[in-house]
């Protein structure tokens, strides 16, 4: 039987992130993965800010296009907040986790693509892992520390269904497109998301630029009632919206449709670990709510986890309590707020009210912009209220003075 120091399941960008980490430490460690290749579950958009690439040390290779300005388009505007720098990539997920997966690699650990977690077992102070290869008989082998990186599957930190805690489901569905060079450039080097209840109600959709000519475009549904529309269409409906009504699309070819469901546990309720059993990225809901946003928070989890596995592996940690503690001290304020301004942007505004709220971040420069959709710098949106507000009385006392003006004539 095979012994590891840790077994991570699931090679998406939280496991291969935990596994690197750990196998350039010097542990002895296996990454497992259901899917035979990593084109098979290619399902995330993948837009991210530079800091992704630099904080993980990621090559270019796995960069589909970088992006440098923000475009907001509700119902009825158009708010663009240009830089003349990179802000970040648009990433291939693909390669993102066989590069990870590679590192692994590369640094003695093994990887097993193809190979679905069945069970786990506590005997004698051992854990044995049972993997099927697909159409193979199972394989067991042991660990001392066993990663549950399945993301919304969460198929080892739960022994029965009745644990988990109730979560929020939002869906995305995304369309690689091959477009003309003509449609391509207009949506180069920027990130188009689209709001109200014309492009998505109960969500938000969105053209991102991949290598040229394709482009990504997707839409994302929180699946809930909305307080004032009662009927909406599927996902594809919009999306086809944006290829045929806002690109106005003519020959284009769709490479890919991909997609999949989050798992979201508001207030961060989920179990974070277990004995010798600790769940990372989506399996603890990383995802940030406002913008779908899991890459990067994913990644970061996992290399806290990795430090907090390295002291329970050294014996100077006896549980994952910390793991935990750390978590929520870095991660759950701001995951509250994003999930309160997002359900009340999602389900229950009116476009007028979304107008509003975009018009509202005209004034703000593209960083600050930045820093509230990717650093839930929330305290920014107030310099923004204000400004907008004085705009409006300014625009106010110009319409009443030329109003007096009149009169006096
Ligand atoms: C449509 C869509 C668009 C998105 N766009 C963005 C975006 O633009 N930017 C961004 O940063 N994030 C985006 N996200 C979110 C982001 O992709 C996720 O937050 C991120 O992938 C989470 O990483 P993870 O490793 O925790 O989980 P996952 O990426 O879900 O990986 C889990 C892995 O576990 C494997 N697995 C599951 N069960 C088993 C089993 N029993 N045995 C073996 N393996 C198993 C799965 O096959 C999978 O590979 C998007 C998500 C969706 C759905």
New binding site residues.
């Given amino acids: 039987m095979r012994n590891f120091d840790v077994v991570v399941?699931?090679?998406?960008?939280?496991?291969?992130?935990c596994a690197r980490w750990l196998a350039k430490s010097g542990y002895h460690v296996l990454l497992?993965?259901?899917?035979e290749t990593?084109e098979?579950?290619d399902?995330?958009?993948?837009?991210?800010p530079l800091e992704?690439l630099e904080k993980f040390d990621l090559p270019e290779d796995v960069v589909g296009s970088f992006w440098q300005n923000l475009v907001i388009v509700t119902t009825n505007l158009t708010r663009n907040w240009d830089s003349p720098q990179t802000l970040g990539a648009?990433?291939n997920?693909a390669k993102l986790?066989k590069f990870l997966a590679d590192e692994v690699k590369s640094c003695g650990g093994d990887v097993w693509l193809g190979?679905?977690?069945?069970k786990y077992a506590q005997k004698q102070g051992e854990t044995l892992v049972e993997?099927k290869p697909r159409g193979g008989e199972p394989i067991t082998v042991t660990t001392q520390v066993l990663v549950d990186?399945?993301?919304?599957?969460r198929?080892?930190i739960y022994r029965k269904e009745s644990e988990k805690p109730a979560f929020l489901k939002?869906?995305?569905?995304?369309y690689l497109i091959e477009v003309s060079d003509n449609d391509y450039e207009k949506y180069a080097n920027s990130l188009w998301f689209f709001l109200g209840h014309k492009w998505m109600p109960k969500g938000y959709s969105?053209i991102?630029p991949m290598e040229k000519p394709q482009l990504?475009v997707?839409a994302?549904s929180y699946r809930l009632d909305h307080k004032l529309i009662k009927q909406t269409e599927s996902i594809r409906y919009y999306i086809d919206l944006l290829i045929h009504e806002y690109i106005q699309a003519k020959d284009y070819k769709i490479i890919d449709i991909?997609?999949?469901?989050?798992h979201y546990s508001s207030g961060l309720q989920d179990i974070y670990y277990r004995d010798n059993i600790i769940a990372?990225?989506?399996?603890?809901s990383?995802?940030?709510l406002l913008?779908?946003?899991?890459?990067?928070?994913?990644?970061h989890?996992?290399e806290i986890a990795g430090k907090h596995i390295q002291k329970y592996l050294k014996g100077e940690s006896a549980s994952f309590q910390d793991y935990q503690k750390e978590i929520y001290q870095k991660f759950s304020r701001s995951w509250n707020l994003s999930e309160k301004i997002g359900m009340k942007r999602y389900l229950i505004e009116s476009d007028q009210k979304i107008d509003e709220g975009v018009s509202y971040l005209a004034p703000l420069e593209t960083q600050e912009m930045m820093d509230i959709l990717f650093y839930y710098k929330f305290e920014k949106l107030s310099k923004s209220l204000i400004v907008y507000l004085m705009r409006k009385i300014r625009s106010w006392w110009k319409v009443k003075g030329q109003g007096q003006m009149t009169k006096d004539k």
Avoid at 43 to 48: K, P, Q, V
Avoid at 170 to 174: D, F, H, R, V, Y
Avoid at 258 to 262: E, K, Q
């Fill in positions: 399941v699931g090679a998406g960008p939280a496991g291969g992130q497992v993965e259901q899917h990593f098979k579950n399902f995330s958009s993948a837009a991210t992704t648009v990433l997920f986790r190979y679905r977690y069945m993997l990186a399945t993301g919304p599957a198929a080892l939002p869906s995305g569905i995304e969105w991102f990504k997707g994302a991909h997609g999949s469901t989050l990372i990225g989506d399996a603890v990383m995802v940030n913008g779908g946003e899991g890459i990067r928070h994913a990644m989890c996992a």
